[in-house]
């Protein structure tokens, strides 16, 4: 079954919900012609060089692992990364910046009235740092230092001092008889100082906002997103400094298309601030594919430094740049040899936190998932590069210690591991290990 199917008859079976309101600089650009720059004593092709880590499949990626199905993702403080995984396990997932599957996994629960069945589906994920969103279990309280959104529309949140191995759940919208599906999740500071959760409800168009104690104070959305697709709904919601990107689009469209989208820009109190849309294009008019992945490049990532990226799930799972105060397009990363980088079932973006074991600011990191419930084969977690990237923080080679798919995982330890502890997970990473630039090159895969 499609995503889209899948979507459609989730629309079907929920109880009605209410009705969507009435429609009512230079830059070096990419995609021109791969050139040859000169870096220290090496000399490497121009363009994004997409590296898959992890892989549900094994043999795609460096690593592979079962539970793999990406959807939203986050970093945590110790640099690792969390994936959530819906459809199949109702996990949520670990691994470091050199693609090792860690040994933690989080179970997210599904609503208790199971409206598409008894496996959780989180979808969104973020980490607080704050003391706001408290949980409780079993005479035990913490702040949630995990949060999770669901397609199945719960919140839930997860403290390991609270329940070490599955997430708590706070709000389950079926249960309480007005349904969401919910398919983003991020979390920034409103004009009042507050702490508030964003989450996107593809279900009901809009996009809800929960104070720190879990309660819902208020929604907002672009009701004049339908007049570019009435199929358009709010899909994914990602907080970039003072500002909300919303995505609208229709995943209820059939899977070959053709896809649009919108791309509207919020403040945190949730007006809008781009009336006749950041981005947008209609259904086989645009670039815009059911865009939902969004993230602000750092000023160190070659041709495309600084422009917000904007990744679809549709399509081929391009990735899509544009200037981040006008709006322009820009084009869409390519690879060194010249043909677009196409993630199919791209999800999410994150850039290194620069430290030695997030990897580099000028690093990203995606993760990616099947199109279709129930199927799979898709999932992947994996790292752009910019090529002849060398700054940016953090250590200098994503993939030192990794095993290519021709090496088993014990031949690519390293030589010395490094051990950080942080929520009860350990992390190990390698320090040793150096390869020249020819070898760092030839693993990695067009």
């Not at 459609?8 to 919900?17: D, E, G, I, L, Q």
């Not at 709000?171 to 398919?183: I, K, L, M, N």
């Not at 879990?214 to 004049?224: A, E």
């Not at 422009?307 to 709006?327: H, K, Q, R, S, Y």
Request: hydrophobic fraction near 35%; aromatic fraction near 8%; charged fraction near 15%.
């Amino acid at each position: 079954m499609l995503i889209s199917s899948w979507l459609r008859n989730s629309k079907r079976s929920a109880p009605a919900a209410a009705p969507r309101r009435a429609q009512k600089s230079s830059r070096q650009r990419a995609g021109s012609p791969a050139r040859v720059e000169s870096l220290e004593d090496r000399r490497l092709l121009s363009g994004y060089q997409p590296i898959d880590l992890v892989s549900y499949q094994p043999g795609v990626g460096h690593f592979a692992d079962a539970n793999l199905n990406g959807w939203g993702m986050t970093a945590m403080p110790d640099g690792s990364f969390c994936v959530a995984n819906p459809f199949r396990t109702g996990l949520a997932t670990f691994y470091d910046r050199s693609g090792h599957v860690l040994p933690r996994t989080i179970g997210v629960p599904a609503s208790t009235s199971q409206p598409f069945g008894p496996v959780g589906q989180p979808a969104g994920v973020i980490y607080n740092g704050t003391s706001d969103f408290v949980i409780s279990e079993n005479g035990k309280s913490a702040p949630a230092r995990l949060i999770f959104d669901s397609i199945d529309g719960t919140i839930s949140g997860w403290n390991p001092d609270v329940d070490p191995t599955h997430a708590i759940t706070i709000v389950d919208t079926f249960a309480a008889g007005h349904p969401s599906v919910y398919t983003a999740l991020d979390m920034a500071q409103n004009s009042r100082g507050q702490n508030v959760l964003y989450a996107a409800d593809i279900l009901n168009n809009r996009v809800e906002m929960l104070d720190g104690g879990f309660n819902t104070i208020g929604s907002f959305t672009d009701p004049s997103a339908t007049s570019v697709d009435p199929g358009f709904g709010a899909w994914s919601v990602s907080a970039e400094g003072n500002k909300l990107y919303v995505t609208f689009a229709n995943p209820f469209s059939p899977i070959s298309g053709p896809h649009g989208g919108v791309v509207d820009v919020f403040d945190t109190d949730g007006h809008l601030l781009t009336p006749k849309h950041f981005a947008a294009n209609a259904p086989g008019a645009g670039p815009l594919e059911n865009p939902w992945g969004i993230t602000q490049a750092p000023a160190n990532f070659g041709p495309y430094s600084n422009d917000l990226l904007i990744g679809n799930v549709a399509g081929a799972g391009n990735i899509n740049v544009f200037d981040p105060d006008t709006g322009a397009y820009l084009g869409q990363m390519h690879q060194p040899n010249g043909a677009p980088v196409a993630i199919s079932g791209l999800w999410d973006l994150e850039f290194g936190d620069g430290t030695p074991d997030s990897g580099k600011t000028n690093q990203l990191f995606f993760d990616a998932g099947p199109n279709a419930p129930g199927v799979s084969g898709a999932g992947l977690f994996g790292v752009i590069r910019a090529a002849g990237d060398q700054n940016g923080n953090g250590r200098s080679d994503p993939l030192r210690g990794v095993a290519s798919p021709e090496q088993s995982p014990q031949q690519a330890l390293p030589v010395r591991r490094n051990t950080a502890s942080i929520l009860g997970t350990d992390i190990y990473h390698d320090d040793v290990l150096k390869r020249d630039g020819a070898s760092a090159i030839g693993i990695v895969r067009p």
